[in-house]
C-alpha cells in the first residue's frame, strides 16, 4: 500500500517550458487535492477534483491546470512555467463528504523555474 | 478571511525538554483543527484532530488543545526526543467546506541530543 505517490521528486524548468505534475493514490478515495508550499507559508490549494470527472479551481489557480484521468490519478499541469510558480507541490487524497479533512498527502516535487 | 498563525517560526531546545508550539486563527466558526508533521523530502502527516466540540486530544506524549472562543490551539510536546526534530503545521477546517484546509505557516522543531 503505497498510499500517495508523486513524479517526478525534483525538477528545473526554463521559463516558459511545460511539464506536467503527476499523482496517484491506492486508498480508493474519491477526492485529490493539489497544494503548493512556498517558503514561509502554509500549504495553499490549487485545484481539487471531489470525486471523478469534477475538478474546481482553490485558493491559487492560475497559471495551472488539472486533469482527473480516473479514480486513481490526478495530474497538474503548467502550461508555461514562470519563476514565481517556483515551490514545493503536494498531492493529497481524502475520502469523498464530510470526512474530506482526512487528507493522505503524497511526498511532494520540488520545482524551480528559472 | 481566515487566518492561521504559528508561533514561533522555529524552536531549538535539548533533549528532554517539555516543549508547546502554538497556533492562532482569526475565525472561530471552524469544524476541526489538525496538527500535521512534516519532514524533509517527505509529505505531512496528520498528528492530532481536534473536533470544534472537543477541548484536547492526546497521543502519546503529544497533547493538543482547543479554545475557540480565543481562536488559539497548542500543541504540547512531553519529553522531547532528537526524533521529534520536524516542522509541525497546524490547519484548520472551515465550516462551510469540509475539503478546505487553511495551513499556517509551520514551526520549524530541532531537538538537540
Known amino acids: 500500500n503505497a498510499g500517495v505517490t508523486q513524479t517526478p521528486k525534483f525538477q528545473v524548468l526554463k521559463t516558459g517550458q511545460s511539464m506536467t505534475l503527476q499523482c496517484a493514490q491506492d486508498?480508493?478515495?474519491?477526492?485529490m487535492y493539489w497544494y503548493r508550499q512556498d517558503p514561509g507559508m502554509g500549504l495553499r490549494l490549487i485545484y481539487y477534483?471531489?470525486?471523478?470527472?469534477?475538478?474546481d479551481k482553490g485558493e491559487v489557480p492560475n497559471g495551472y491546470n488539472v486533469s482527473r484521468l480516473n479514480k486513481r490519478e490526478f495530474s497538474l499541469r503548467l502550461e508555461s512555467a514562470a519563476p514565481s510558480q517556483t515551490s514545493v507541490y503536494f498531492c493529497?487524497?481524502?475520502?469523498?463528504?464530510?470526512?474530506?479533512?482526512?487528507?493522505?498527502f503524497g511526498p511532494g516535487t520540488r520545482l524551480t523555474v528559472t | 478571511k481566515q487566518e492561521v498563525t504559528q508561533i514561533p517560526a522555529a524552536l531549538s531546545v535539548p533533549e528532554g525538554e517539555n516543549l508547546v508550539l502554538n497556533c492562532s486563527f482569526t475565525?472561530?466558526?471552524?469544524?476541526?483543527l489538525q496538527w500535521f508533521r512534516q519532514d524533509p523530502g517527505k509529505g505531512l502527516t496528520s498528528l492530532l484532530l481536534?473536533?470544534?466540540?472537543?477541548r484536547e486530544q492526546t497521543s502519546g506524549r503529544l497533547n493538543a488543545s482547543l479554545d475557540k472562543s480565543s481562536g488559539r490551539s497548542t500543541l504540547y510536546i512531553a519529553a522531547s526526543q532528537p526524533g521529534d526534530s520536524a516542522t509541525y503545521l497546524c490547519?484548520?477546517?472551515?465550516?462551510?467546506?469540509?475539503?478546505?484546509?487553511?495551513f499556517g505557516s509551520g514551526t520549524r522543531l530541532l531537538v538537540r541530543p
Open positions: 493529497a487524497s481524502s475520502p469523498l463528504g464530510d470526512r474530506a479533512y482526512e487528507q493522505y
Open positions: 486508498m480508493n478515495h474519491n477526492s
Open positions: 477534483s471531489a470525486s471523478e470527472g469534477t475538478t
Open positions: 475565525d472561530s466558526a471552524i469544524y476541526n
Open positions: 481536534i473536533q470544534s466540540s472537543q
Open positions: 490547519a484548520v477546517n472551515e465550516m462551510d467546506s469540509s475539503y478546505k484546509l487553511i
